[in-house]
């Protein structure tokens, strides 16, 4: 037994032994590691900017700031605004106490005096959507002269340099789905040499330029445009003005409308309405708005774009969330560049899908943007049934 534990002993003491002399070794090889870490630097600036997520240096010093152009759309409120807060709030970042929100009504002067207030309240970074995409340039620069990197959400600014990152969708193709759409229905329809209307979003939009752009370049040469309009504020109220206007001059007679989004859509609806008009023509819309889902299960309504707002809004609370880390946002995100009249803007550019009827439950419902509740209600229980959206 003696001899049993005497070999025990020593065994342990070996053990014990060569246990530090790995830690030595470790010790000692440490500054190897230390020597070659420039290189990395040099080679992957990136990551090594990234690094600091794991420690406290990542953690946002500053409040962010989402400045959101109008309620009229319904997007806004309903999904941008809550999908931005609940990836901040995801990323560990103090919604309750350090963001700050404002909506401007569509009144530009107003968006210039939130922001400047946003960045007196302590903002480190803008997420601006703009009224007015020109006027937003003097946002941009002020932002700029400050230091603080603005992430141009949905809408391009124009005419600034002080742009750190685009995201929206490609809204040249979103023009492009609603006018190839309209065109669809109305071969479809037999209707040879159709004439339309054309009900565009608002002049100050840069996005309703883009949208215009696309539609006329799928339109020109193969219909009649018989009236087009701009519509100031993406006023619903406006476009019914628009639309009444148009069927009067062309004693009802509309073989389609491309409106630019579900808002004006349903004014021009309105005004078909009330013009006695019971069997629509194709109507265009954009955004996936539950109305204008019910009008498309109901026929007045031919078809809407959808653009998943959730990715849009998370990809830019992840960008505002780096940026006020100081962490460089994920190269990766980026994909492409979008030149507004000053620079090239680093972008992040998503699809939009054309739905009508047939693919509203494989898309807008699949993706949790809608649930089949919001639509399918009492009012619209039959249509959805015959649609099979269950």
């Known amino acids: ?212 752009k696309g539609a006329h370049e799928i339109l020109d040469g193969k219909v009649t445009i018989a009236k087009e309009y701009d519509t100031p504020d993406w006023s619903p109220d406006q476009a019914q003005t628009e639309m009444t206007q148009a069927l009067t001059a062309l004693n009802n007679k509309v073989d389609g409308v491309l409106a630019a989004n579900d808002g004006t859509a349903g004014g021009a609806i309105a005004a078909m309405v009330g013009a006695g008009i019971t069997t629509f023509p194709p109507v265009t819309g954009q955004d996936a708005e539950v109305a204008g889902i019910q009008r498309i299960l109901a026929g007045q309504q031919y078809m809407t774009v959808y653009k998943a707002i959730k990715p849009e809004a998370e990809a830019a609370a992840t960008l505002a969330f780096d940026l006020d880390a100081g962490i460089t946002p994920d190269a990766s995100l980026v994909n492409g560049t979008v030149n507004n009249g000053s620079m090239d803007v680093p972008s992040i550019l998503l699809v939009p899908i054309a739905v009508t009827k047939d693919n509203i439950e494989s898309t807008i419902i699949a993706d949790g943007f809608h649930t089949v509740a919001e639509i399918c209600t009492a009012d619209f229980a039959a249509d959805c049934t015959a649609a099979g959206v269950k």
């Open 1 to 212: 037994m003696k001899k049993n534990l005497l070999v025990i002993v020593s065994f342990l003491l070996v053990a014990m032994f060569a246990l530090t002399a790995c830690g030595t070794a470790a010790t000692t090889a440490a500054p190897v590691a230390t020597t070659a870490a420039p290189m990395a630097t040099t080679a992957a600036p990136m990551a090594t900017t990234a690094a600091p997520a794991a420690t406290t240096a990542a953690v946002p010093t500053g409040k962010i700031a989402i400045l959101l152009p109008e309620t009229k759309t319904a997007r806004y409120e309903a999904s941008d605004l809550p999908d931005f807060k609940a990836k901040l709030t995801a990323l560990g970042f103090d919604v309750a106490n350090n963001l700050i929100y404002s909506n401007a009504n569509q009144v530009a002067a107003d968006q210039q005096s939130q922001a400047e207030a946003a960045i007196t309240n302590g903002a480190k970074v803008l997420v601006l959507d703009p009224v007015d995409s020109a006027a937003a340039a003097a946002i941009a620069d002020m932002a700029k002269s400050k230091g603080v990197p603005v992430i141009s959400y949905d809408r391009l600014i124009t005419g600034s340099d002080g742009v750190s990152y685009y995201i929206s969708f490609d809204n040249e193709q979103v023009g492009k789905l609603q006018g190839q759409s309209l065109l669809d229905a109305l071969t479809k329809a037999g209707i040879t040499n159709p004439s339309i209307v054309m009900i565009n979003g608002s002049p100050t939009d840069n996005n309703a330029t883009l949208f215009k």
